[in-house]
């Protein structure tokens, strides 16, 4: 539902500003993702994580996630003579195959599968989850989906399985030093010169997005039956553009799908929506909470 009405708005979008249909589609694809790494942080931060509107959460984050493979396969092949059917519809089957058993294994603790000979070696646990995630990479590279994508569906495995639960957990502080590192790089993308010369297109193109999105997201946990004041508050969770929106129009700008104007708007709007998001939930945050306490 989120996906169609992101093309729905998109469409209109592109109606009002006389867009081609390259463009309509990058704003749609854009208004697709959502952050899951900010998103996640703040389920964790106000509790609502494992709770039933949080995994719906989580499950839209995970369906984006995977949709990103024939999302760029479309971006990678649409300028190109080698574009056919078969390319986009093995990487849709594969995801929509990877997301029904993610759903099926999030559910479980841990998957029962013990050695003991793994678990007392710690560098063989490493060198096993290691080679585990090269080698989904290398199967996801060979059916036309990224190998960050499959090196990503065998983290999720690795977390799962019993014997590697003290590889988990050693590389916990190489986590939170990647994601800062990956955030650092979105930030040092940003045209300084073009966000100043071109600050009221940036800032109103933030605020639709933020806006807009947050929105459509309202309007889908609604129709989920969703208290009006949980609703809002899901939608600021969903508002902002998320960091593949940036590896897509990286790609779209690189097959020359998009023009230079579009593309750096385009970026400097992502960084500034994933900006501003903070505050953004934050307010949802106190809508949400103010209105329950006054329940």
């Not at 971006?75 to 099926?104: E, H, Q, T, V, Y």
């Not at 600050?199 to 109103?204: A, G």
Request: include cysteine; charge should be positive; charged fraction near 15%.
């Amino acid at each position: 539902m989120k996906i169609l009405l992101s093309f729905i708005f998109a469409y209109f979008v592109g109606k009002l500003l006389h867009l081609n249909l390259e463009s309509v589609l990058l704003i749609a694809i854009l208004f697709m993702f959502n952050s899951t790494a900010v998103v996640v942080e703040f389920l964790k931060k106000h509790g609502t994580l494992h709770t039933a509107f949080g995994i719906i959460i989580l499950n839209i984050l995970l369906l984006q996630d995977l949709l990103l493979a024939p999302v760029l396969t479309v971006l990678k092949f649409w300028n190109s003579k080698d574009f056919s059917i078969w390319n986009m519809m093995l990487p849709i089957a594969i995801c929509l195959g990877i997301f029904l058993i993610f759903r099926k294994i999030r559910h479980l603790k841990e998957i029962k599968f013990s050695s003991t000979f793994l678990e007392n070696d710690h560098e063989l646990q490493v060198f096993s989850g290691l080679l585990i995630c090269l080698g989904f990479g290398l199967i996801a590279e060979t059916v036309g989906m990224s190998a960050a994508l499959g090196s990503f569906i065998a983290g999720v495995l690795v977390g799962k399985i019993q014997a590697f639960r003290w590889l988990e957990h050693s590389l916990l502080p190489f986590k939170v030093f990647f994601v800062a590192l990956f955030f650092v790089s979105i930030g040092l993308r940003l045209d300084i010169n073009y966000l100043l010369s071109n600050y009221k297109l940036i800032t109103i193109g933030t605020l639709i997005v933020l806006i807009s999105n947050s929105i459509m997201s309202a309007l889908f946990f609604r129709m989920l039956n969703f208290k009006w004041q949980d609703s809002f508050y899901g939608g600021a969770l969903l508002s902002q553009t998320g960091e593949f929106g940036i590896l897509a129009i990286s790609i779209a700008y690189k097959t020359g799908m998009v023009e230079y104007d579009l593309y750096k708007a385009g970026l400097g709007i992502t960084c500034l929506s994933l900006l501003l998001s903070t505050i953004w939930i934050s307010c949802g945050t106190f809508f949400r909470f103010r209105k329950k306490n006054c329940i």
